[in-house]
T-cell receptor, first 114, second 110 residues
Framework: KAGVTQTPRYLIKTRGQQVTLSCSPISGHRSVSWYQQTPGQGLQFLFEYFSETQRNKGNFPGRFSGRQFSNSRSEMNVSTLELGDSALYLC?????????????FGPGTRLLVL | DQQVKQNSPSLSVQEGRISILNCDYTNSMFDYFLWYKKYPAEGPTFLISISSIKDKNEDGRFTVFLNKSAKHLSLHIVPSQPGDSAVYFCAAAGTYKYIFGTGTRLKVLA
């Protein structure tokens, strides 16, 4: 099976712009989660989607949003970009939304905000 | 409030010796724990997991130990190889999908 794919891999934006990142999960996986990785902060949970519904949300401002499509593909949007949004954004998929289930990560999208 | 902590930001080990990476957590409701390995510019790769009903899980060179009373888990890599050099993250399953530690950078010296 193909792994989790994310596009684009790299992105440069300026403050105030918005950005949309895309994630295609492993075939058959219906849960998609998004994480932000910044130096010194580890991976921080953004949100999880399962069957097109947001199941969980982390402690991030409303500028961060997402959605999931009927084919389980997911997009994440960040509006009004700030310098502090520069990070590696990781998408992970699993078969279900159960907590005792392994998530598999994509390669990430590195976002640089200037 | 950091619910999952990896207190050693880095660790150096000689090739062939044992690497021990540690992780502490504060929430007793966590019931599933995982270790991931991450190389630069790549996503984390799943290594091994353990359910809270077990205290040990083994997979080849990797063994994870869970001490629920101490709220502590550790990853043992035996023998360590240069290709194991990476950042290792522990994660715990809780209300949010996973809560990750801040990582330990392992360097295996040839």
């Amino acid at each position: 099976k193909a792994g989790v794919t994310q596009t684009p891999r790299y992105l440069i934006k300026t403050r105030g712009q918005q950005v949309t990142l895309s994630c295609s999960p492993i075939s058959g996986h219906r849960s998609v989660s998004w994480y932000q990785q910044t130096p010194g902060q580890g991976l921080q949970f953004l949100f999880e989607y399962f069957s097109e519904t947001q199941r969980n949300k982390g402690n991030f401002p409303g500028r961060f949003s997402g959605r999931q499509f009927s084919n389980s593909r997911s997009e994440m949007n960040v509006s009004t970009l700030e310098l502090g949004d520069s990070a590696l954004y990781l998408c992970a998929s699993s078969e279900t939304s159960r907590s005792q289930e392994t998530q598999y990560f994509g390669p990430g999208t590195r976002l640089l905000v200037l | 409030d950091q619910q999952v902590k990896q207190n050693s930001p880095s660790l150096s080990v000689q090739e062939g010796r044992i690497s021990i990476l540690n992780c502490d957590y504060t929430n007793s409701m966590f019931d599933y724990f995982l270790w991931y390995k991450k190389y630069p510019a790549e996503g984390p790769t799943f290594l091994i997991s353990i359910s809270s009903i077990k205290d040990k899980n083994e997979d080849g060179r990797f063994t994870v130990f869970l001490n629920k009373s101490a709220k502590h888990l550790s990853l043992h890599i035996v023998p360590s190889q240069p290709g194991d050099s990476a950042v290792y993250f522990c994660a715990a399953a809780g209300t949010y999908k996973y809560i990750f530690g801040t990582g330990t950078r392992l360097k295996v010296l040839a």
